[in-house]
C-alpha cells in the first residue's frame, strides 16, 4: 500500500476526508490476534506516521540470524556460498533483547553477542531397505537435511546466562540441501544481532501492510434484483440483504471487507447508486511475523523506536534553537 494512494487518484471514488478530518482522537483498537498475525487500526493519524510505522516494523526492530558459516567439510552440491545463504535467511526463534550489537571487525563472538549453531550431518545407506525399492527416504539415512538438525552450542557462559533458553530455528521443517551416501555437512554458525535495513534476513516480519478503512454509502434505497446484483459486486460480508415489508433491501453491512474491486461501476443503473471513498485518518494495519517473535511484541518495539526517533529529533531542534 502505497501513502499516495488517495481517493482522489480513482475515477469514481470520493473523499471522505472532509467529513472525519481528526474528527476522532487518536486510538489502537486490536482487531484479531493470532500466534504470528496481528490486524489493528490506527485512528487519527497522518499518513507519514503510519508509513514510516511500517517501514520500522520492515527495517529496524533487531532480530538474530547467521551472519557467519565456518565450513569444516561440504560434500553435497550445494555450493559454500548457496549453503550459507540458505542458512542466512532461516529465522532463529532467539529474542535479540537479550543481546547486545557486535562491534564491526570482531572476528570472535562473545556469550553478549552471538548465539552459536552446528549443523553436522552424513548421509548413508539404509542395509534393511528393500533391493527393489527407490524410494530415498526408505534407502537412505539423513538424506533430507532440515533445520532441525541445526544445534545451539553455548558460548561461553551462555548456559548460566540463559538456563530456559530454547535457542533453534522457528520451523524445524525447512529444507537446507539434499544428501546421497558419502555426503556430509559440517558447519559452524555465528548469529547476530541486526536490522532489516542492513539486510533482509534480519526483517522480523513476513509482511507488514496497511490499508485504508473504506467507507460505502448507498445514496438511496436499492431493492429486489437490484440489490442481488449490487451484493454480488462486493466481496463477501460487505453487502447483506433484509427483507422489509416482503421486499429485498440492500444495506451495507460490514465495509471492512470490501476490497475496492469497482466492480459496482460496471452496472449503469448502480454506479450512480453507491458512493466509494476512503476514510484518510483511519489505517488497517496487518503484521505477520516470521516467528521470532510474537506480533504484539513487534508492534510495541516498534513503536519504541518511532518514539526514540521523534525524541532525537526533538532534542536537535532544541540544540538549533539554543545556538
Partial sequence: VHTTDFPGNYPGYEDAWDQRRFEEAFRVDVIREEEDTLEFDMVGIDAAIANAFRRILLAEVPTMAVEKVFVYNNTSIVQDEILAHRLGLIPIRADPRLFEYRNQGDQEGTEIDTLQFQLKIKCKRNPQAA?????????????????????????????????????????????????RPGQEIDVLMHCVKGIGKDHAKFSPVATASYRLLPDITLLQPIEDEAAETLQKCFSPGVIEIQNINGKKVARVANARLDT??????RHEGLKNLVRLARVRNHYIFSVESTGILPPDVLVSEAIKILMGKCQRFLNELDSVSME
Fill in 131 to 179: 533391493k527393489e525399492s527407490s524410494d530415498p527416504d526408505e534407502l537412505y539415512f539423513n538424506h533430507k537435511v532440515y533445520s532441525k538438525h541445526m544445534t545451539w552450542v553455548p558460548l561461553g557462559n551462555q548456559t548460566d546466562l540463559f538456563p530456559d533458553a530454547d535457542f533453534r530455528p522457528v520451523h524445524d521443517d525447512i529444507l537446507i540441501a539434499l544428501l
Fill in 260 to 265: 475496492f474491486s469497482r466492480e459496482v461501476f
